[in-house]
Protein backbone atom coordinates (compact mmCIF):
# COMPACT_ATOMS: atom_id res chain seq x y z
CA UNK A 1 0.00 0.00 0.00
CA UNK A 2 1.39 3.66 -0.76
CA UNK A 3 2.14 5.94 1.80
CA UNK A 4 -0.31 8.18 0.70
CA UNK A 5 -3.23 6.05 1.42
CA UNK A 6 -2.60 5.28 5.04
CA UNK A 7 -4.09 7.52 7.22
CA UNK A 8 -1.08 7.12 9.89
CA UNK A 9 2.17 6.47 9.30
CA UNK A 10 2.62 3.56 11.86
CA UNK A 11 2.11 0.07 10.84
CA UNK A 12 0.19 -0.55 13.51
CA UNK A 13 -0.94 -4.27 14.30
CA UNK A 14 -4.97 -4.00 14.23
CA UNK A 15 -5.90 -6.12 16.89
CA UNK A 16 -9.81 -6.50 16.82
CA UNK A 17 -10.13 -7.06 20.28
CA UNK A 18 -12.63 -3.97 21.13
CA UNK A 19 -14.96 -5.40 23.70
CA UNK A 20 -18.59 -4.62 23.94
CA UNK A 21 -18.32 -1.01 25.28
CA UNK A 22 -16.06 0.37 23.35
CA UNK A 23 -17.46 -1.05 20.03
CA UNK A 24 -20.82 0.62 20.86
CA UNK A 25 -18.79 4.10 21.42
CA UNK A 26 -16.91 3.52 18.10
CA UNK A 27 -20.24 2.88 16.61
CA UNK A 28 -21.92 5.81 18.18
CA UNK A 29 -18.98 8.23 17.11
CA UNK A 30 -19.50 6.81 13.44
CA UNK A 31 -22.87 7.44 13.13
CA UNK A 32 -22.34 10.97 15.02
CA UNK A 33 -19.90 11.93 11.86
CA UNK A 34 -21.34 9.95 9.17
CA UNK A 35 -17.61 8.46 8.80
CA UNK A 36 -15.14 7.73 10.98
CA UNK A 37 -12.64 10.08 12.77
CA UNK A 38 -8.93 8.89 11.72
CA UNK A 39 -7.75 9.94 15.72
CA UNK A 40 -10.55 7.42 16.15
CA UNK A 41 -9.55 4.35 14.07
CA UNK A 42 -5.81 5.23 15.14
CA UNK A 43 -6.62 4.22 18.99
CA UNK A 44 -9.41 1.73 18.06
CA UNK A 45 -6.41 -0.39 17.13
CA UNK A 46 -6.28 -1.66 20.17
CA UNK A 47 -9.14 -2.01 23.40
CA UNK A 48 -6.70 -0.78 26.12
CA UNK A 49 -5.59 1.98 23.98
CA UNK A 50 -8.55 3.20 23.03
CA UNK A 51 -10.40 2.89 27.07
CA UNK A 52 -7.39 4.96 27.93
CA UNK A 53 -7.75 7.58 25.59
CA UNK A 54 -11.85 7.70 26.32
CA UNK A 55 -11.54 7.63 29.78
CA UNK A 56 -9.20 10.97 29.79
CA UNK A 57 -11.65 12.18 27.33
CA UNK A 58 -15.09 11.29 29.12
CA UNK A 59 -13.15 12.62 32.16
CA UNK A 60 -13.00 16.57 31.04
CA UNK A 61 -16.83 16.64 29.85
CA UNK A 62 -18.44 15.14 33.30
CA UNK A 63 -21.58 17.49 34.06
CA UNK A 64 -19.45 19.63 37.24
CA UNK A 65 -16.50 20.38 35.17
CA UNK A 66 -17.28 24.36 35.50
CA UNK A 67 -17.07 24.44 31.21
CA UNK A 68 -19.56 24.47 29.11
CA UNK A 69 -19.23 22.22 25.79
CA UNK A 70 -18.66 25.16 23.70
CA UNK A 71 -15.50 26.48 26.34
CA UNK A 72 -14.16 22.77 25.90
CA UNK A 73 -14.21 23.32 21.97
CA UNK A 74 -12.62 26.55 22.52
CA UNK A 75 -9.86 25.03 24.29
CA UNK A 76 -9.61 22.17 21.87
CA UNK A 77 -9.52 23.96 18.64
CA UNK A 78 -7.06 26.86 20.36
CA UNK A 79 -4.56 24.39 21.95
CA UNK A 80 -4.62 22.65 17.98
CA UNK A 81 -3.68 26.35 16.77
CA UNK A 82 -1.13 27.03 19.10
CA UNK A 83 0.90 23.62 18.35
CA UNK A 84 0.42 23.73 14.77
CA UNK A 85 -1.63 20.69 14.55
CA UNK A 86 -3.08 20.45 10.75
CA UNK A 87 -5.07 17.15 12.00
CA UNK A 88 -6.60 18.68 15.18
CA UNK A 89 -7.33 22.06 13.71
CA UNK A 90 -9.31 20.61 11.15
CA UNK A 91 -11.18 18.08 13.36
CA UNK A 92 -11.91 20.75 16.11
CA UNK A 93 -12.61 23.62 13.31
CA UNK A 94 -15.29 21.89 12.16
CA UNK A 95 -16.56 21.11 15.18
CA UNK A 96 -16.48 24.80 16.04
CA UNK A 97 -18.65 25.60 12.64
CA UNK A 98 -20.97 22.94 14.25
CA UNK A 99 -21.19 24.10 17.39
CA UNK A 100 -21.75 28.00 16.59
CA UNK A 101 -22.72 27.80 13.29
CA UNK A 102 -20.45 30.53 12.74
CA UNK A 103 -17.19 29.45 10.14
CA UNK A 104 -15.83 33.06 10.89
CA UNK A 105 -15.27 32.77 14.81
CA UNK A 106 -14.23 29.05 14.09
CA UNK A 107 -11.38 30.43 11.53
CA UNK A 108 -10.31 33.48 14.09
CA UNK A 109 -10.12 30.07 16.62
CA UNK A 110 -8.01 28.25 14.20
CA UNK A 111 -5.64 31.31 13.49
CA UNK A 112 -5.40 33.63 15.71
CA UNK A 113 -7.89 33.69 18.65
CA UNK A 114 -7.02 37.01 19.99
CA UNK A 115 -8.78 38.25 16.62
CA UNK A 116 -12.21 36.68 17.37
CA UNK A 117 -15.26 38.64 19.40
CA UNK A 118 -14.39 36.94 22.89
CA UNK A 119 -16.48 38.07 26.41
CA UNK A 120 -14.07 38.75 29.04
CA UNK A 121 -14.37 35.81 30.53
CA UNK A 122 -13.75 33.55 27.01
CA UNK A 123 -10.69 35.60 26.51
CA UNK A 124 -9.23 35.03 30.12
CA UNK A 125 -9.86 31.34 29.83
CA UNK A 126 -7.70 31.00 26.21
CA UNK A 127 -4.96 33.39 27.59
CA UNK A 128 -4.81 31.07 30.57
CA UNK A 129 -5.10 28.04 28.17
CA UNK A 130 -1.94 29.26 25.97
CA UNK A 131 -0.42 29.77 28.79
CA UNK A 132 -0.47 26.09 30.13
CA UNK A 133 0.30 25.00 26.27
CA UNK A 134 3.72 27.30 26.36
CA UNK A 135 4.62 28.65 29.47
CA UNK A 136 3.51 26.52 32.46
CA UNK A 137 6.30 27.09 34.21
CA UNK A 138 5.72 30.65 34.60
CA UNK A 139 2.19 30.59 35.86
CA UNK A 140 1.50 32.49 38.88
CA UNK A 141 -1.35 32.79 41.21
CA UNK A 142 -2.12 35.97 39.58
CA UNK A 143 -2.75 34.32 36.51
CA UNK A 144 -5.37 32.10 38.35
CA UNK A 145 -6.22 35.02 40.15
CA UNK A 146 -7.43 36.43 36.42
CA UNK A 147 -10.05 33.10 35.92
CA UNK A 148 -11.33 33.31 39.39
CA UNK A 149 -12.15 37.18 38.77
CA UNK A 150 -13.91 36.75 35.40
CA UNK A 151 -16.33 33.67 37.04
CA UNK A 152 -13.98 30.39 37.62
CA UNK A 153 -13.96 28.79 40.21
CA UNK A 154 -10.65 26.26 41.01
CA UNK A 155 -12.65 23.35 40.47
CA UNK A 156 -13.05 24.95 36.77
CA UNK A 157 -9.63 26.01 36.69
CA UNK A 158 -8.57 22.58 36.74
CA UNK A 159 -10.20 21.46 33.69
CA UNK A 160 -9.03 24.35 31.92
CA UNK A 161 -5.86 23.11 33.02
CA UNK A 162 -6.69 19.39 32.08
CA UNK A 163 -8.21 20.14 29.18
CA UNK A 164 -5.55 22.07 28.01
CA UNK A 165 -2.85 19.31 28.71
CA UNK A 166 -4.73 16.49 27.37
CA UNK A 167 -5.21 18.26 23.45
CA UNK A 168 -1.47 19.42 23.76
CA UNK A 169 -1.29 15.22 24.53
CA UNK A 170 -3.62 14.81 21.46
CA UNK A 171 -1.95 17.04 19.14
CA UNK A 172 1.79 15.68 19.58
CA UNK A 173 -0.01 12.20 19.09
CA UNK A 174 -1.71 13.45 15.63
CA UNK A 175 1.96 15.17 14.85
CA UNK A 176 4.15 12.00 15.57
CA UNK A 177 2.16 9.65 13.81
CA UNK A 178 1.39 11.51 11.12
CA UNK A 179 -2.36 11.58 11.00
CA UNK A 180 -3.85 12.77 8.05
CA UNK A 181 -7.34 14.19 8.53
CA UNK A 182 -10.32 13.10 6.79
CA UNK A 183 -11.26 15.44 4.07
CA UNK A 184 -14.51 15.66 5.14
CA UNK A 185 -13.77 17.73 7.91
CA UNK A 186 -13.10 20.53 5.57
CA UNK A 187 -16.81 20.59 4.09
CA UNK A 188 -18.56 19.93 7.35
CA UNK A 189 -20.95 22.63 8.77
CA UNK A 190 -19.66 25.57 5.86
CA UNK A 191 -23.29 27.04 5.45
CA UNK A 192 -24.38 29.62 8.32
CA UNK A 193 -27.39 28.19 10.14
CA UNK A 194 -30.07 30.02 12.09
CA UNK A 195 -29.29 29.85 15.46
CA UNK A 196 -25.84 30.70 16.58
CA UNK A 197 -24.42 29.21 20.11
CA UNK A 198 -21.84 31.39 20.78
CA UNK A 199 -23.61 34.38 21.66
CA UNK A 200 -21.68 34.11 25.10
CA UNK A 201 -18.57 35.33 22.46
CA UNK A 202 -19.85 38.67 22.26
CA UNK A 203 -17.41 41.19 23.44
CA UNK A 204 -18.79 42.98 27.06
Known amino acids: ?94 LMRGETGDALFAEYLSRNYKMAALSTRHRAMLDFAVKVLTQAEHITDEDRQVLRQVGFDDEAIWMIISTAAFYASANRIAQATGLQPASQYLEMYRAPTPTVRAKSTTRR
Open 1 to 94: MKRSEHIYALDLKERNNLDAEMTALVKGIEKKYGFMPHFIRLFATDNRRLRAFMGQYMELLREDSGLTHLEHEMIALVSAATNGCVYCTAHHGA
